[in-house]
């Protein structure tokens, strides 16, 4: 293998020939980088998560979000269907919903009340024939010429994603092999029971890896391997899907096989503590709704969104890349429609296991940050891809393994127009 060499305008940049089982730090610093992600993965050939079709269950109601950088609006139109737009009018773009949330006729810019349907066609332009025969829009002013730049638009169990671009597949030929694990979760109509923002002081590619990262799971979350929810020692698997962009990782707790290996690990491990014990263990309480066993699954499509089935904690996280030393992480906590109230109340307390403060994953966030001060300003270094192996098969469906972070890299190479080596 040789090195790939990335031009920028302004430098040069090398990838170590080892491919993808390396990644240079300046990927994680660099503000060319950043900006060219916006464009060939926020942009590109993908589909982004935008929410749950329950977050906007009415005619006229509207959610604001982001796909990269762009401020995208979430409609729902009088005839039920979705439409997603981007956040900036078509006169002289201004940003035209400022709340997250809302329930409109029409969306209307403040700046010169342009006003669009829910579709994201204009509708009225004031003063577009001007006044006593002076100013006004020239004689060749179309409404029609001057929406919204419109979306393409997917749902598929209750999310919805959108696309920039039209040559993204079909979204459900783009999920692949992984819309099983979304299909075994989101089987009902949804219910939302509270969001929780994040500001993550790190690259979004450093958390993206963060759920892909089946290794870290049961050692450096302590509340995982002390409490037995997910333990190496358990039955436990990871479907990726044959693109390589997604991915997710099961575990069925309680089915611990003795084996001297772990025994002798998990002496090492800080992540295993036998003398923990919880003053109050109902967060430890689930059920096994699905009927399977499986007592967390992690699922994440590329390039930034994450599906949790944590216990009978439910939620989404979207990742929003905020600048190359930022993201935000929003989590959608949900339950079912026709959840009763003593299962509401059940989610609700092991909500407490993910989001920012969660038990489990707020070491996450903690070693995104760690990692982007450790990266410095990424002119030196590179990480070691190689659990599992030096192939995008290697590891096989073992959580002991990087599998799904060397297929990151790879998707993220070729996308990024860059020699995938
Ligand atoms: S910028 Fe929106 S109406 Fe002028
Ligand atoms: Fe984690």
Redesign the pocket.
């Known amino acids: 293998m040789s090195e790939s060499v990335v031009s920028f305008h302004s430098k040069k940049r090398v990838w170590p020939s080892e491919g993808f089982t390396r990644t240079p730090y300046w990927v994680y610093t660099d503000a060319d980088v950043y900006a060219q992600e916006q464009t060939q993965i926020f942009r590109g050939d993908n589909w982004h998560y935008v929410g749950l079709e329950a977050e906007v269950p009415a005619a006229g109601n509207y959610k604001t979000t982001s796909i990269g950088e762009q401020s995208v609006i979430l409609t729902r139109d009088e005839d039920g269907s979705l439409h997603v737009v981007v956040n900036r009018?078509?006169?002289?773009?201004?940003m035209?919903c400022r709340d997250a949330f809302g329930t409109v006729k029409k969306l209307y810019?403040?700046?010169?009340?342009?006003s669009y349907n829910l579709q994201g066609d204009l509708a009225h332009?004031?003063f577009s024939k001007g006044l006593r025969g002076e100013g006004g829009l020239p004689g060749d002013f179309d409404l029609k010429n001057h929406g919204l730049q419109k979306l393409r638009v997917a749902t598929f169990c209750g999310l919805v994603f959108a696309t920039f671009s039209n040559t993204t597949p079909p979204l459900l030929d783009w999920l692949g092999d992984v819309a099983q694990g979304i299909q075994r979760v989101l089987k009902k109509p949804l219910r939302v029971l509270g969001y929780d923002t994040q500001k993550i002081h790190a690259n979004w590619k450093a958390y993206h890896e963060n759920p892909r990262d089946s290794y870290h799971a049961n050692i450096l979350h302590t509340f995982y391997g002390t409490f037995g929810l997910s333990r190496q020692s358990q039955e436990s698997s990871m479907v990726l899907d044959k693109t390589g962009k997604h991915v997710y990782f099961y575990t069925k707790s309680g089915t611990e096989k003795p084996s001297a290996d772990f025994d002798k690990t998990t002496t090492d491990l800080r992540s295993h503590n036998d003398n923990m014990k919880l003053e109050d263990p109902s967060i430890l309480k689930w059920r096994d709704e699905f009927g399977d066993g499986v007592s967390v699954q992690i699922l994440t499509t590329y390039p930034s969104f994450v599906l949790h089935q944590i216990a009978n904690s439910l939620a989404t996280r979207q990742l929003i890349p905020r600048g190359p030393h930022a993201c935000d992480l929003v989590w959608t906590y949900f339950g079912f429609a026709d959840d009763d109230a003593e299962t509401t109340r059940m989610r609700l307390t092991q909500a407490n296991l993910a989001g920012s403060a969660g038990m489990i994953s707020v070491e996450d966030a903690a070693v995104c940050e760690m990692m982007q001060k450790a990266a410095a300003d990424g002119q030196t270094g590179q990480s070691f891809i190689e659990m599992g192996g030096k192939t995008l098969e290697s590891g096989g469906t073992s959580k002991l393994s990087e599998r799904a972070i060397r297929n990151f890299w790879y998707n993220y190479q070729r996308d990024m127009n860059w020699d995938a080596t």
């Open positions: 009018c078509a006169h002289r773009g201004n035209i810019c403040v700046y010169h009340a342009w332009a004031a």
